[in-house]
């Protein structure tokens, strides 16, 4: 979706939540579920309608066919699911007022279920007879007419971008509980082009709504147009989540996107439903931080926890609590464990962690020095501060590479390193309390860790593009401004006449201006990369990033803090290099309309106090 497309949504969410206070008994927090439920069908409708005439031409070929499929069985290899015509949602959408919607609803959910087992209990239904009142039937179907104009072109991880939506706006329990929070989709798209999950298996022990398994088909489906692969993706997604509704919810986000694989409520520390140990090629996640209930009995002798070291107390209870339960004192090495333990020798990790987990001291320190003698730790990024709905706490990515742990020679010369990353002053302000990154920030950070691995061709390829789409702009903008000087040749000498050649003047200056931001926008992060990167190989750049030694990293006293690594960064003014230099252009070009300005009216007063005199 485009950002208008995405602002659109979000203005009609922010209907639809206002109809959901005022005309129903729902709770805040509950105003997701039934808006999530009718999206889904909307967007399954969408997905559903672009293969609807393959799947009657396919029935059509087979009818002299002995093997003849269903048509329920065409469309689910075409689409992964089968909408029947009672759950469509236009279907839905003109039944008549007086109907009784909740039900139609019900059993458009009912029937997609029935076709497609995986989602079986995870489609809203009784929800919707709660949006009538005593009074008042009509709540549904106005809902299903806030929603009908969902983009057809609309795709992706459309359910986190809204789950993110009502974490921000209503700071749903779901999003606060245990220091759990929703993963903003520009990180997620960063985390996915580092490991690059091009196929095989991908595995979320916390996978919330399912964004990062969006995130990774987006990127299998970008990545093979790239490299002109037409073969069928092969990739398959595991996840488990603790809370049963937000199992729901990742359930519809795959299945929306065409997505392969399972999701199962479990707790990851005491449950192992997909037996993990060694088992996957990629592990993406961003587990909730610095839980300190877990039971050190439970954990303690599970080979997933404890391979590097299990995070223990310096002291034993004291003898008035000896009967209290054995705590974990910090989960976040548990998690750490997890993901490291439960990829095979070739695979590549990606997870979210509290910043105090890079220096965490005592028996966390012992496991992270054993961590980084294995090799298994690849790159370590700090972020951001704001870069989350919900939560202002500062966090770091860890990136693991098991390959890399198997043979460090390959990669380094013979030499073990880390690279180390610090991107807090990479950025878009957005509002001001929430940053994001551009796809172009997260290209650049990626393409840092590319450089390392070896991989100059992709800066060549990513320079390139850069420098395509500001000829692009360039040329857009040297048209518009003749456009612009065309129009100023053509200044009417009437009066009544003026306002419209102004106020067409004033449109055209504006187009030709942003045609010249865009175009000086990628010229921008051009530079960035050259001035960072000026021999098109990797190299450490002060405040930003550096490839260090364990030797290096033993005299840091084995932290993982980017920040000790990479040198001085310059004092944060929040801006980025980019957003500085446009902010001086603009200023720049308003001081030279001042000073025009005040030409005009130097002159205007000479001429006054000449008619004076």
């Not at 082009?193 to 990127?219: L, R, W």
């Not at 003698?373 to 370590?380: A, E, L, Q, Y």
């Not at 929430?434 to 800066?459: C, M, P, S, W």
């Amino acid at each position: 979706m485009t950002g208008e497309q995405l602002k659109e949504l979000e203005d009609n969410l922010w209907k639809a939540a206002d109809k959901l206070r005022a005309d129903s008994g729902l709770k805040a927090s509950e105003y997701s579920t039934p808006i999530l439920g009718l999206i889904f069908l909307r967007f399954a409708s969408i997905r559903y309608n672009k293969v609807k005439a393959e799947i009657k031409a396919e029935l059509e070929a087979q009818k002299k066919s002995r093997n003849q499929l269903k048509e329920e069985e065409i469309a689910i290899l075409k689409c992964g699911f089968y909408l029947p015509p009672e759950a469509e949602y236009d279907y839905l959408l003109n039944l008549p007022e007086k109907d009784d919607i909740a039900k139609a609803i019900k059993k458009a959910m009912e029937l997609i279920e029935y076709y497609k087992p995986e989602l079986k209990d995870s489609l809203p239904k009784d929800e919707y007879f709660k949006l009538y009142t005593k009074d008042d039937r009509s709540l549904p179907k106005s809902l299903l007419k806030t929603f009908k104009d969902i983009p057809e072109d609309a795709t992706g991880d459309l359910f986190g971008k809204v789950y993110e939506y009502f974490l921000g706006e209503f700071a749903l329990a779901e999003g606060q509980g245990g220091g759990a929070f929703y993963t903003p989709t520009s990180v997620v798209k960063l985390m996915v082009e580092v490991i690059e999950p091009y196929k095989g298996t991908i595995y979320d022990p916390a996978c919330g709504s399912g964004g990062m398994f969006v995130q990774s088909s987006e990127f299998v489906d970008k990545r093979r147009a790239e490299l002109h692969d037409d073969d069928t993706k092969d990739l398959m997604v595991y996840g488990s989540e603790k809370d049963s509704e937000t199992v729901k919810l990742a359930r519809m986000n795959l299945a929306v996107n065409g997505l392969r694989g399972q999701v199962v409520q479990a707790n990851a520390y005491y449950e192992n439903p997909f037996d993990s140990y060694g088992k996957f090629d990629y592990v993406m996640a961003n587990p909730p931080f610095n839980v300190d209930d877990v039971n050190y009995d439970r954990v303690k002798d599970d080979k997933r926890f404890n391979e590097y070291g299990i995070p223990k107390n310096k002291t034993k209870p004291n003898a008035k609590k000896q009967t209290a339960v054995n705590s974990v004192p910090n989960a976040n090495y548990l998690w750490i464990n997890l993901f490291a333990t439960s990829l095979k020798d070739t695979g590549r990790a990606a997870l979210v962690m509290a910043n105090n987990a890079s220096d965490a001291r005592n028996s966390e320190a012992d496991i992270r020095q054993t961590l980084i003698k294995s090799g298994v730790i690849d790159c370590m990024l700090t972020l951001p501060k704001n870069m989350f709905y919900t939560v202002t706490l500062p966090a770091t990515l860890w990136f693991f590479d098991k390959n890399k742990a198997s043979s460090p020679e390959e990669r380094t010369g013979g030499e073990a390193k880390i690279l180390f990353i610090d991107a807090r002053n990479i950025f878009r302000q957005v509002t001001r309390a929430l940053r994001e990154f551009t796809d172009e920030h997260i290209q650049n950070i990626a393409t840092i860790v590319r450089l390392y691995r070896g991989e100059t061709k992709r800066l060549k390829q990513l320079l390139a593009k850069y420098q395509q789409q500001a000829n692009d702009f360039e040329k857009q903008a040297k048209a518009q401004q003749q456009e612009v000087e065309k129009i100023q040749k053509a200044k009417p000498t009437e009066d009544k006449e003026l306002k419209r050649w102004e106020k067409q003047m004033e449109e055209a200056e504006k187009q030709w201006k942003a045609l010249t931001e865009k175009q000086n926008y990628y010229l921008g992060h051009i530079n960035w990369l050259n001035e960072r990167f000026p021999n098109g190989v990797y190299e450490d750049v002060t405040g930003l990033c550096k490839a260090a030694t364990l030797k290096e990293i033993e005299e840091q006293d084995y932290s993982l803090n980017p920040g000790r690594y990479v040198g001085v960064v310059i004092e944060e003014d929040g801006l980025t290099e980019e957003e500085f230099l446009a902010e001086m252009k603009e200023r720049h070009a308003a001081l030279n309309g001042l000073n025009s300005k005040a030409k005009e009216l130097e002159e205007l007063i000479n001429l006054n106090l000449l008619a004076i005199g």
